[in-house]
């Protein structure tokens, strides 16, 4: 009974832990969304200012790799390692499609995938924003790199032999902890 008590209370504060950190990206991906909105309802984005209030949003929230804003074609054309000469191109992205395709999609959060502009493994963190006459004009997306969520779930003590696996909603690997040896990575299912 102890025994049970005990991983129920570790599986919760593991819980809360983890539930924390996506609302507080989501915050600061809601920010921009609202910033760029603003912007558009004026008549323009101006890409300097988006570019220091996006900068302002990343410095508050170390888990995160970077926020980046796209287009209504699926480029991404602001945000840290963006070259707007050479921009990278999202359009086929699940998260892309979903924000552009369902107006009250809300949060998405993608499964892990390779970013395009790192090269890092992480889970997207999206919302679609809007033009001036309320159409789809982009998505804010962010990424967290899967390092992060790894040592958030390394801190859970569950014995020597004991292993932290982290899931998403289809029940797919998310990452584990210890990371299984000679693996690609702790991603897939």
Do not use: C
Not at 71 to 81: T, V
Not at 151 to 160: A, F, K, M, R, T
């Amino acid at each position: 009974l102890r025994a049970q008590w005990l991983t129920q209370n570790l599986a919760s504060a593991t819980e809360r832990s983890l539930y924390a950190n996506p609302e507080k990206i989501d915050v600061a991906v809601g920010a921009v969304v609202h910033h760029l909105e603003q912007n558009l309802a004026d008549g323009q984005l101006r890409t300097p200012v988006a570019e220091v209030f996006l900068r302002s949003q990343i410095s508050d929230r170390p888990a995160l790799d970077g926020i980046r804003v796209v287009d209504a074609q699926g480029r991404i054309f602001l945000g840290p390692d963006v070259d707007p000469r050479h921009p990278v191109n999202v359009a086929d992205r699940p998260w892309f499609i979903t924000q552009r395709d369902q107006p009250i999609a809300g949060l998405v959060i993608s499964a892990p995938l390779q970013s395009r502009i790192t090269g890092q493994w992480v889970m997207s963190f999206s919302r679609r924003y809007v033009d001036a006459g309320g159409d789809f004009a982009g998505v804010v997306t962010a990424a967290v790199p899967l390092d992060f969520f790894q040592q958030l779930i390394s801190g859970v003590d569950v014995g020597h032999h004991g292993t932290v696996v982290l899931r998403d909603g289809q029940l797919s690997l998310v990452t584990r902890y210890p990371p299984l040896q000679g693996a690609a990575g702790a991603v897939g299912g």
